[in-house]
């Protein structure tokens, strides 16, 4: 069984402009950059706002049905195609999926069992 560790974090606006800006300038000044890995969300509540239960069942439907297309997802999941794929893209920014090209149609992708979420308190 794989499973996808995801750090999730919480930072409010201002904590995350402010580390926006400073890797802005040390850019600028030609400093290399760590990329930080995880999520961050502004809180608990936008957490459960990005991860609904709706959200899930698309994750469990590419999982066991693996669709060709966007459009056979919506069709699987008895959903309207324009909320899939809004859903979509937000687990894609999240890292929860990957959306591949497959024979000229946007075909969504899980490699994976469960999810692992950690939070740090």
């Not at 995801?6 to 030609?30: Q, Y």
């Not at 066991?64 to 920014?93: C, F, M, Y």
């Amino acid at each position: 069984m794989k499973t996808k560790k995801i750090r999730i974090g919480f930072k409010d606006i201002g904590t995350a402009l402010d580390a926006f800006v400073e890797t802005g300038e040390a850019l600028t000044r030609g400093e290399e950059v760590r990329e930080e890995a995880g999520v961050y969300f502004t809180s608990i509540e936008a957490f459960r706002k990005a991860v609904t239960p709706r959200r899930l069942e698309l994750l469990n439907v590419i999982k066991n049905t693996r669709p060709g297309s966007i459009n056979e997802l919506a069709s699987l999941a008895h959903r309207d195609i324009k909320n899939v794929a809004e859903d979509l893209k937000l687990l894609a920014q999240v890292g929860l999926l990957e959306i591949k090209e497959v024979q000229n149609r946007m075909a969504p992708e899980v490699d994976y069992d469960e999810i692992d979420v950690r939070i740090a308190v």
